[in-house]
């Protein structure tokens, strides 16, 4: 991507952003409808139609409320190449988690307090774990709970309001400013847009595109760039379908 002219702030800020998104796209594939057990996949594939990834997400339930996700990805020879692990002791929009890309020996996560967050992130087996804390405040999204927060307002979504928050983001040691809006509605589709909440930095920063099935909650389809790093060490942009065993 070329960026136009813009301030070394304001290319900083979009930059963070990329990253942001990487986040934001781990984040919202390991979701499918909140059963006991539940267990789905998607595949990830880039804009020639090339299969990227596989992923495979278990959902675990205690008293009717999510517990536990466990997500493990493969690449397209079934190697293992990245594993994320969360659970919800706290909520299910405070999910503290672990992700490691394996290929790339990255690491980062999030501990969720009563009234702070813990963010880690190792870039590398040669580098020290970097870390921070942030005070724990309502509006905020930790982890997997961005997608949580979808699907329980998903009919507020629909109807047109437009949702800002705050994604704690672990990659970046901090938190970030983002918004959640309808783009249209196609049958019992949803498709919602995620992309960064300053209207000035708006049109210049990647944005991520996913569908929800309005009857049964389902994650359909993902568009945007991957989390993960492929061979190369890049990240590329992918489009991600999953499939939901019944």
């Given at each position: 991507m070329?960026?136009?002219?813009v301030s070394g702030t304001d290319r900083k800020y979009i930059l963070i952003v990329w990253s942001l998104l990487?986040?934001?796209a781990l984040n919202l594939s390991c979701f499918g409808t909140l059963a006991h057990g539940e267990k789905f996949a998607g595949?990830?594939?880039d804009s020639k139609g090339t299969l990227e990834y596989v992923e495979y997400h278990t959902v675990t339930h205690v008293n009717g409320k999510v517990s536990e996700i466990q997500?493990?990805?493969y690449d397209a020879n079934n190697n293992k190449i990245g594993e994320l692990i969360s659970e919800y002791s706290s909520g299910p929009q405070f999910g503290s988690y672990d992700f490691r890309d394996i290929r790339a020996q990255y690491q980062d996560g999030a501990k969720v307090a009563k009234d702070r967050i813990w963010l880690f992130r190792k870039k590398s087996p040669e580098y020290d774990i970097e870390e921070k804390?942030?005070?724990?405040?309502?509006d905020q999204i930790v982890g997997q709970g961005f997608h949580?927060?979808?699907v329980h307002n998903l009919e507020q979504i629909a109807q047109g309001e437009v949702f800002q928050v705050r994604l704690v983001l672990p990659s970046r040691l901090d938190q970030y400013e983002f918004r959640i809006r309808k783009r249209k509605i196609n049958g019992d589709t949803l498709y919602i847009r995620l992309e960064v909440d300053n209207w000035l930095l708006r049109p210049f920063a990647p944005h991520i595109d996913v569908d929800y099935d309005l009857k049964n909650r389902h994650l359909l389809r993902y568009e945007g760039i991957s989390n993960l790093e492929d061979i190369a060490g890049k990240h590329k942009k992918v489009t991600i379908t999953y499939s939901h065993e019944s």
């Open positions: 070329r960026f136009r002219d990487f986040f934001t595949k990830a594939v997500t493990i990805y804390y942030l005070p724990k405040e309502t949580q927060f979808i």
